[in-house]
């Protein structure tokens, strides 16, 4: 039986910090409201030059180091991101240059803020299958250019990022259950509804979202999903070391561990200082904690996704 298992992991936040503060300069909101509201402190925004596969490169050739694995070496790249460089090519394929390599196979996985646990789900049914051997998979996001900077409902929420894991076949989990789910019913709930057309942006390229409902909706799936993948894995959640849920806001990360019964304790949150940073949230916090001696190899790990879409799904994995 072949499993994949994660062997590195890294991430990358551009150096610019916004506080909460600066919001309040400009907008009619304070950081009493936005912390009390989301969680949120800081967030980390790119400057113009830095693009989703420039985050990507700086937190992929981190988690190729802590893996010891040359970048040659991987076989399959799958990039998670909804604010890609271009509209083609990927950025999984940008990614790939700019790690000078050629020949692996490269996608881009759109599923918004579930998209590294989609991408990490497609990945391991590679290797499992055995086509890959080893890949990188990556979230990456520059959020910053899709909101709307004077819609204070929305651009104090999200932040800009990348993180990255290298995922390899071994004897033993590694991924134990992923699972993964989506209904397209609900785009309108949270969405940014344009398109490129004859040189002009049709419809608004600005995220809008129905907040009340977006969190209801990911309180509800997320609790759902990681009983659904426990199960799958045969096993309870009080065998959970870790519950990494994508980092939207700490009611929501508060509000699923406390239905699925974990203690506070077990749940990893960065929320408060990188923001939303959609498909980069997961990877980026699992690198923190890794890296923090907090996460240790043998920890059992369930990371879960929510977004547009909708979108949402989760993988337990032992570290
Ligand atoms: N500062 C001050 N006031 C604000 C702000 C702000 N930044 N944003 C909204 N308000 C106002 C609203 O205009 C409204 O004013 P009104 O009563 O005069 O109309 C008031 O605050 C209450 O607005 P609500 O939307 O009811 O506030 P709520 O308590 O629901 O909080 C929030 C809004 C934080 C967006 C919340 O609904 C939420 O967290 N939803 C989840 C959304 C989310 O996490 N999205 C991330 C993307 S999706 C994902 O990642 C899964």
């Known amino acids: 039986m072949i499993y994949s298992r994660i062997v590195g992991t890294g991430s990358f936040l551009p150096p610019k910090i916004v506080t909460n503060d600066e919001f309040a300069e400009r907008l009619d909101t304070s950081d009493a409201w ?9 967030r980390h925004i790119a400057d113009e030059s830095q693009s989703s596969s420039d985050l990507a ?33 990927s950025a999984a394929c940008l990614l790939q240059a700019k790690l000078g390599i050629k020949g692996c196979p490269a996608f881009d996985v759109q599923a918004v803020c579930s998209g590294f646990v989609y991408a990490l789900a497609s990945a391991d049914s590679f290797i499992r299958g055995g086509m890959y051997k080893r890949a990188l998979v990556v979230g990456a996001e520059v959020f910053s250019r ?17 993180g990255a894991v290298v995922l390899e076949a071994a004897q033993h989990p590694g991924v134990h259950a992923t ?13 940014v509804p344009g398109n490129v057309c004859g040189g002009r942006i049709l419809g608004s390229p600005f995220l809008q979202m ?9 309180v509800k799936v997320l609790d759902e999903v990681a009983r659904e993948t426990m199960a799958a894995a045969e096993m309870d959640l009080s065998q959970i070391d870790w519950l990494i849920p994508h980092q939207a806001n700490v009611r929501i990360l508060e509000a699923t561990a406390r ?6 304790e077990r749940l990893v949150v960065t929320v408060d200082h990188h923001g939303n940073t959609s498909a980069a949230s997961i990877p980026l916090a699992l690198d923190e904690w890794v890296r923090a001696d907090r996460i240790r190899a043998g920890h059992r790990v ?3 996704g929510v977004g547009g879409g909708f979108t949402w799904g989760a993988a337990l994995v032992t570290m």
């Open 34 to 42: 936005i912390r009390e509201r989301t969680g949120i402190v800081q």
């Open 57 to 89: 490169l700086e937190a992929s050739r981190r988690a190729l180091e802590a893996a010891g694995v040359g970048a040659g070496e991987i076989d399959l790249i799958v990039l998670a991101t909804s604010t890609p460089d271009y509209v083609f090519p």
């Open 146 to 162: 899709i909101l709307d900077w004077n819609d204070r409902g929305t651009c104090v929420l999200f932040g800009d990022g990348a």
């Open 179 to 191: 699972v993964l789910h989506a209904d397209g019913s609900q785009a309108g709930m949270l969405s």
């Open 210 to 218: 129905n907040g009340q409902g977006v969190f209801k909706y990911a």
């Open 259 to 264: 239905k699925l019964g974990l203690p506070q």
């Open 302 to 304: 369930l990371m879960q």
